[in-house]
């Protein structure tokens, strides 16, 4: 015999208790976040997975996602970062930053600002973190730094600079997705662009001037021989 759907819940229909449900299932991910008992991705599956019983989604919104044109372009730029890794690419870049192993940090992050910045403009953001992740970290290991010193900066350049263009944050990818679903078109490829430009300057000015003075010193990788 076929479940009834959507179920006869209490509040099926009710405008005034699903918006507690949804809040709740958020307190719910945050605690399941901080005691770390789910990895990130299983627990959002489960929250989408029992929101359907619950009467929050219906089951073609719960799979809806899986077809989104920003989250096929998302795993597009994963597969095009990890063959960037696999092919050697970087290692001319990794070879150019050596040069400025005498440098100040500053300047240091001035320059990882001048590779990440374009790149992170055109693959996701999340995924130029994962390819430069260790590069950074050889390099801090040839100039005997803790790590921190420049993948906290690695981090926030990334950030300021995906939101350059469309494709760089799939924060902006979802937000085009959503207005051409509500009629409004999607957005241009650089739409946000002069504006980014000049908030990926200013940004990167005032990490290379506030981070060696702020940023914790942790006790320092080995120095390559």
């Not at 300047?107 to 600002?113: A, R």
């Not at 790149?119 to 999340?126: D, E, M, R």
């Amino acid at each position: 015999m076929p479940l009834p759907w959507p179920l006869p819940l209490p509040w099926a229909g009710s405008s005034a208790v699903a918006p507690w449900l949804i809040l709740a299932a958020c307190l719910v991910g945050v605690v399941a976040l901080l005691h770390r008992r789910l990895p990130l991705e299983m627990l959002i599956l489960a929250l989408v997975i029992a929101a359907v019983p619950a009467g929050l989604l219906t089951p073609s919104e719960a799979l809806a996602g899986f077809g989104n044109p920003a989250v096929i372009t998302v795993v597009a730029m994963f597969v095009v970062s990890a063959a960037l890794v696999r092919t050697g690419a970087l290692a001319p870049v990794e070879r150019w930053l050596g040069r400025f192993d005498d440098a100040s940090l500053a300047v240091q992050i001035l320059l990882l600002g001048l590779v990440v910045g374009p790149l992170s403009a055109v693959i996701s953001n999340t995924a130029v973190v994962a390819m430069f992740i260790p590069v950074v970290e050889r390099w801090c290991r040839r100039l005997a730094i803790s790590p921190s010193r420049l993948l906290m900066p690695l981090s926030f350049l990334t950030v300021l600079a995906g939101v350059g263009t469309v494709l760089g944050t799939s924060t902006n990818l979802v937000a085009s997705s959503l207005s051409l679903q509500l009629g409004y078109g999607s957005f241009a490829l650089l739409q946000f662009t002069p504006m980014a430009l000049v908030t990926y300057a200013a940004g990167l000015v005032v990490l290379a001037l506030v981070a060696p003075r702020v940023l914790p010193s942790h006790p320092c990788l080995p120095r390559a021989g």
